[in-house]
């Protein structure tokens, strides 16, 4: 993607974060049959690969081969930027709008999994995550499940984990602006009800700018 | 894409609006470095073909040739769904978790524009589409900016259109549901905080179901 060196971002744990609190990647590979991009929630192993699952029947797994590339698209938030919301646009009007936004694109081959040992083990992580968060002390479990159906879930679904070879990031967040116009864009976000963006720039804010 | 019949989006005016709702498009293409992908605000003209602009370091307009085909992804809002949030896994406890999402992929041929005219036109009319939206009555025009500094960003960009080939569109909202089950994962995503969601469920379910 287009990166200028001012927007990219290169800290592991904000590359983390991203892909944690927006885990529906779209996955999009070329194929014979041209693009294909699915999205699919996907979840970050220690050693860095990125594991999900799909429907049996979603032909991904037959148009895309085993260690083909793919590239997985995450997006956290994004919100026009008007130039209104800059103070110093009174001073010289020398300002055009733009867009702002937080994506990290990971770039690599994916492999498909079709035992149950890795299909179980991709349901249960993703659940465990998911649940932990909306659910807390009363988080689903695929044991709440009769055995039977669950055996029939995880025999309609194929597994995968996507290896990393490049990631690039982009935290188009206003960095390269005054402080004033920072602020002001921050006010603009929120009047306007982009709050997760104008939290992400406040954020920003407060470790670097 | 994987597109169970039940989870396909085929009214114009629905897909319409998720273009124009959340207009920051993924544009994917294959080329001769791998996947690239790159996030643009598009605009839908008249006739169907969508319009926008990137800078002119950005490499995509060499990376991908005139006529080539590109995907242009489009999401407006996703969130997990958990089997707690329907009633009746209480009945029977036959429920995995899933994940719903709108989304629309318009397959198309890009042909990037070079002269002032369609570069002026296609930041005109994003402009005050954006602009109407934020500012109302004092709306940023492109007038406002000096000539020469208008002149200068023109300068730095490339315009382009795409002209769809093909739009694939997923509205993947519980439709799929008993009615009680369906009205419990609409409250279990207020819970969560995932409004734009529940309240697309909310309009689904009074137009249709």
């Known amino acids: 993607m287009y990166l200028p060196e001012h927007f990219a971002e290169t800290d592991p744990a904000r590359i983390a974060h991203v892909i944690a609190a927006a885990p529906l990647a779209c996955i999009v590979a070329q ?17 860095g690969s990125l594991i999900g699952h799909i429907a049996k029947a979603n032909e991904m797994h ?19 930027i008007s130039p209104n919301y800059y103070p110093s646009k009174l001073d010289h009007h020398r300002h055009v ?22 299909k179980h083990a991709a349901v249960g992580l993703l659940t465990r995550v998911h649940e932990r968060r909306v659910n807390a002390d009363t988080a689903w479990k695929m044991s709440d499940a009769p055995a039977d159906y669950m055996a029939e879930m995880l025999e ?15 935290s188009k967040l206003s960095q390269n602006r005054e402080e004033r ?28 700018r």
């Open 31 to 47: 194929t014979e049959t041209g693009l294909v991009a699915n999205h699919i929630p996907l979840l970050t192993k220690p050693d």
């Open 62 to 80: 037959h148009l895309i081969h085993d260690g083909q590339e793919v590239l997985a698209i995450f997006t956290t938030a994004d919100a026009y």
């Open 97 to 118: 709008p733009t867009w702002n936004y937080i994506t990290v694109h990971v770039h690599g081959t994916i492999r498909f999994q079709h035992d149950r040992q890795a």
């Open 156 to 170: 309609n679904i194929v597994a995968f984990r996507i290896t990393p070879t490049r990631i690039e990031a982009k």
């Open 181 to 208: 116009d920072y602020d002001g864009a921050i006010r603009g976000l929120q009047e306007a009800g982009a709050e997760t963006l104008a939290r992400a720039m406040m954020e920003r804010k407060q470790t670097e």
